[in-house]
């Protein structure tokens, strides 16, 4: 059974940076791909970034375009999620999550996923 652990959520002002990561376990990872969602209170949840552990291009939804990066360490089966240049506006549960196969968008194509870890932005 995969596994996936969110951490690096906390309060931060307007313009500050965080880094969330996400241990997974429980199986090869070799052809997964790993996405980062987001959910804020009374909204959907939106796909925020993704990669692919066999490589590949890395892909951002247009809102974190140039502000947030992700990033793997495959020694440690880890993948982190850099955010700059925070806004209010990125205020939400941000969660891990894991599908067989290329990085899709859609969050109902992701099999695994992650309890969440909230982050804030304070203006």
């Known amino acids: 059974q995969v596994q996936l652990v969110e951490s690096g959520g906390g309060l931060v002002q307007a313009g500050g940076s965080l880094r969330l990561s996400c241990a997974a376990s429980?199986?090869?990872?070799?052809?997964?791909?790993m996405g980062w969602f987001r959910q804020a209170l009374g909204k959907e949840r939106e796909f925020v970034g993704g990669?692919?552990?066999?490589?590949?291009?890395?892909y951002y939804a247009d809102s974190v375009k140039g502000r947030f990066t992700i990033s793997r360490d495959s020694a440690k089966n880890t993948v982190h999620l850099q955010m700059n240049s925070l806004k209010p506006e990125d205020t939400a549960i941000y969660y891990c999550?894991?599908?067989?196969?290329?990085?899709?968008?859609?969050?109902?194509?992701?099999?695994?996923w992650g309890q969440g870890t909230q982050v804030t932005v304070s203006s």
């Open positions: 999550a894991a599908r067989d196969g290329g990085v899709q968008s859609e969050k109902s194509l992701y099999k695994y």
């Open positions: 429980g199986r090869t990872f070799s052809s997964y791909t």
């Open positions: 990669l692919n552990w066999s490589g590949g291009p890395t």
